[in-house]
Structure formats: structure tokens, C-alpha cells
């Protein structure tokens, strides 16, 4: 049995909980706690958790004791075993309330083929239950998931390498830093090229970051657990006074969160020279100035960033004089949880002083007569092909690129020309003519399915905020 076939059945069992009131992310949260216990149980790391706390405890029970027994246990390991543990339980509930359906879960997780799951990577099976969690809207998850092409396409051109400290300020289901691990694992047979001392740093130094939103924060200890990665990820807002407190980074790969501040309000971290509520504006100051000298970056933002004026303006204009903001890529629309939302990747190098730094940026426009990505258009790794071919292979832009001019989707904007732009980074030169023809007219369903989404788009930001006003008492 694959991965892809274990992560379907596990899946399908959350129709089996509609009884039961349970949304679909309460149904990976839920996921979650179970899965830990048994993958203790299959990995012989059983010793993390309190003796009578473990998977077979939980599995011999039956009934109305299995339940009450279940609640006790998620108590009991948010505040016993070992720090990550507690983290991953911590304030943990359960929303099953029919005694038969945890028995059914169990009996589900007990069934899979542990063998194979093991063999494929356990990391791969619980990335595949994110994955579909985020796919389906109905689960409101998409907000903490970035398309993994999209993310794989970053991490490939960024180049993160041994012994390089890789931050995410606004980590989600911590994508990136699993991806970067990935991309470094891949390059290098850390068996043999790594001493002792640097693989240790792999496994609890080199990934780092923070998180805000408590079921987010869960997911992503989990999944970086089950990819052997110990990286300390707080749970906390990058824009209070925890943000000053993470090291300085070689790398930053995120996407962060979208919208205001506190309804409006400032950071509550004073070290920003700008103050602002906007979100994007106020990470992007975090992310610049948190880069060690020669440390680079891959940022998703969106278009409000670019064109935002005011504080906005001083904010580009600061970021292109410490950093050479080489690379700008217009995304596709379509792509993330809000169809309307139209989004950036800003790429940039910081320099060794803070002055001059940005003589000239390149833009690739991969959104103006592209297919409209979604269900039935999905975004690939291959659509990335041909700007991934213009970025070149250094990780620092400096690869010889070719101006397409007019017609083609890669550009040179100098600074001067910038400047003369107000510093406005917004920039697109081709006409889109894609036109949507009947056929690709959304369905009834969709339409409903997008109303659903923004609706839900809006509960979420509100419980970010509520987690904000949590963490500032």
C-alpha cells in the first residue's frame, strides 16, 4: 500500500465523524494526537511518553472507558513526558463525544499498513493528510498551507546549505522548513560528507521559527517531528517582542499571514523603524533586518506590498538600499485559499552595509496569460520551468539573465527607473489576454464553495487576532 493510498483511507474516515459534528480540521487535529501515539509505538519511541499513557493502553479500552480514558490522556500528556510532547498536547480536548467513533479511528489507525508507511517515510504520510486537509475547502487549512510547488520551486533557486541557519517567522504547518531540510538532504549524503557535530546541527539548530496560531503550531511540531527535525519552533507573534529574540538567519523562506495587525494596531515590538499594521509590511521589516550579512531571502507577499504608499513606500525603499532586492516574481492567481488574492515572491540578498545595495531588479510575470489555477487546473512543479530557467543557478541572482523586453515575461527595471516610479514595485508590461470562455465559468457549487471560503478566511483571521491578544496577556 502507498502513501498516497494510506493518507486516501485515513481521509475517508472523517466522513465517518459527520455524526459527530467534526469539522475537517478538527478531524486532523484529532488525527494527530492518535497518529503520535501509534507512530511512538511503531518507531520504538515509546520511552517520550508516561508508562500508562501509550498507544496500547488506549487501544485495550473499549466503550465509554476507551473515551474517558482518551480525554484523560491527552490531559495528562500536555503536561508529563518530553518537551515536545507537551508542546503537541499541550491544552489538547478532544471533540468526539460518540465512544464508537474513537473506537473506530483506532481500529483504522491499528488496520494501516505500518510497514509500508514506515518504508515510504512516515513524514511523507502526515505531509499528505496537510495536503488534503488544505485542498479541501470546506477545512479552512489553506491559510497555513503554501502550495508545495510553489515551495519547492523557492527553496530550489534560494540554495540552502549545511550548516546554514533557515528561519520561518510565520511557519503554518512548517512547509518550508521541511522542504529546505529536504532540498539540503538531497544535495548531500549527510551521512558521510557531515561529522557528528554538523549532523546534530542539521537535526536541532539549523531549522527554526514561530507560529502563532495553536492547532498550526501542533501540526507543524508534529510534522517536523516525524522528519527527524528538532528545531525550536515557538509559539508566539514574530511581531511582538519574540521576534527580537530569534537568532539571526542565513536563510528566511515564508509566506506570511495577510491583513492588519490587532484590527489596526501597531506591532507591540519596538525595534521596527517603520511602525505599521499591515502584516506583510511589518514581517518584511522583520525578515530584512533579520538576515545575517549575505543571508537571502524568499518571501511571499502580496501585490500591496509593491504598490502600498506612505509607510509603505519608506519600507521598499529601505529593503533596496540594505538589500539587493534582485528578483521579483508575479505569481499566478488562483493558487491560494482566497482566489482573489494576488500575490508575490520577493527574493533578496542582504548586504554587508546599509546603504546602496539594490542596483537593479528583475521581474518575471507568470500571471498574466496563465491558465486559471484550481481544482481543475492545478499548479505543478513544471509551471515554475521556465522562470526557475531565468533566475539562473545562483542562489544570489547574479546569473547571467537575458532581458525579454516587451513581450517577453522577464524584465530589467533599474533603480533609477524604480526611483522614477516612486519607488512603486508593482510592474507589469504584458496585456492579459486570457479570456474566460463559458466552459470555464465556475459552477454553481464553486461559486458557493468561494463564498464558504471567504467566510471562513474571516473566522480565521479573527482567531489569529484572538491568539494575538492571547500572547499579549
Known amino acids: 500500500m502507498s502513501t498516497t493510498d494510506i493518507v486516501q483511507k485515513l481521509w475517508n474516515l472523517c466522513h465517518v465523524l459527520r455524526d459527530d459534528g467534526i469539522t475537517y480540521h478538527q478531524y486532523v487535529t484529532e488525527l494527530t494526537y492518535l497518529l503520535f501515539l501509534k507512530m511512538m509505538k511503531e518507531t520504538d519511541q515509546e520511552k517520550h511518553l508516561p508508562k500508562g499513557y501509550r498507544w496500547g493502553d488506549l487501544e485495550t479500552k473499549d466503550g465509554i472507558e476507551q473515551l474517558h480514558f482518551y480525554r484523560a490522556l491527552l490531559l495528562h500528556l500536555g503536561t508529563e513526558g518530553s518537551g515536545r510532547v507537551q508542546a503537541i498536547f499541550a491544552n489538547a480536548t478532544t471533540s468526539l463525544k460518540v465512544p464508537r467513533n474513537l473506537k ?3 481500529d483504522a489507525i491499528d488496520g494501516l499498513d505500518w510497514y509500508s508507511a514506515r518504508t ?23 491559510q497555513y498551507f503554501t502550495p508545495r510547488p510553489l515551495i519547492d520551486s523557492m527553496v530550489h533557486l534560494v540554495k540552502p546549505q549545511p550548516g546554514e541557519k533557515v528561519q520561518d517567522p510565520a511557519a503554518g504547518t512548517a512547509g518550508f522548513l521541511i522542504a529546505a531540510d529536504r532540498y539540503i538532504k538531497g544535495e548531500t549524503d549527510q551521512l558521510f560528507t557531515l561529522d557528528a557535530k554538523e549532523q546534530a546541527f542539521q537535526k536541532k539548530k539549523a531549522f527554526y521559527g514561530v507560529e502563532l496560531v495553536p492547532d498550526a503550531h501542533r501540526l507543524a511540531l508534529m510534522n517536523l517531528m516525524l522528519h527527524d527535525i528538532e528545531g525550536e519552533l515557538s509559539l508566539g507573534d514574530t511581531l511582538s517582542s519574540l521576534g527580537t ?30 511602525p505599521t499594521s499591515n502584516k506583510q509590511l511589518a514581517f518584511l521589516q522583520h525578515i530584512y533586518r533579520g538576515l545575517r550579512p549575505g543571508g537571502r531571502a524568499a518571501v511571499v507577499l502580496p501585490d500591496n506590498v509593491l504598490f502600498e504608499e506612505n509607510t509603505g513606500t519608506e ?17 499566478p492567481t488562483g493558487i491560494f485559499y482566497a482566489q482573489g488574492v494576488k500575490t ?8 554587508a552595509t546599509d546603504k546602496g545595495h539594490t542596483k537593479a531588479v528583475w521581474v518575471f510575470d507568470m ?23 531565468a533566475f539562473g543557478k545562483d542562489p544570489l541572482g547574479k546569473s547571467k539573465r537575458k532581458d525579454q523586453g516587451e513581450a517577453g515575461r522577464f524584465r530589467k ?20 489576454e486570457s479570456v474566460r470562455g463559458a466552459d470555464d465559468l465556475p459552477e454553481p457549487e464553486e461559486i458557493a464553495d468561494e463564498i464558504l471560503e471567504r467566510l471562513r478566511v474571516a473566522v480565521a483571521e479573527i482567531e489569529g487576532l484572538r491568539a494575538e491578544l492571547e500572547v499579549g496577556a
Request: hydrophobic share 35%; glycine share 12%.
Open 344 to 351: 508575490n515572491v520577493l527574493f533578496f540578498t542582504r548586504g
Open 245 to 274: 529574540q530569534l537568532d539571526k538567519a542565513d536563510v528566511i523562506l515564508t509566506n506570511p499571514p495577510f491583513g492588519t495587525k490587532k484590527g489596526g494596531g501597531l506591532p507591540t515590538r519596538d525595534d521596527f523603524t517603520f
Open 104 to 106: 473506530k479511528l483506532v
Open 367 to 389: 500571471r498574466a496569460n496563465m491558465p486559471s489555477f484550481g481544482k481543475r487546473t492545478p499548479l505543478g512543479r513544471d509551471h515554475f520551468a521556465e522562470f526557475e530557467a
Open 413 to 432: 527595471f533599474t533603480r533609477e527607473e524604480i526611483r522614477g516610479r516612486g519607488d512603486n514595485l508593482d510592474i507589469a508590461w504584458l496585456k492579459d
Open 315 to 331: 519600507i521598499r525603499r529601505d529593503l533596496m538600499e540594505k538589500c539587493d532586492l534582485h528578483t521579483i516574481l508575479r505569481l
Open 120 to 142: 515510504e517515510g512516515l513524514g511523507d504520510l502526515y505531509e499528505g493528510l496537510l495536503e488534503k486537509n488544505a485542498a479541501e475547502k470546506k477545512s479552512g487549512a489553506g
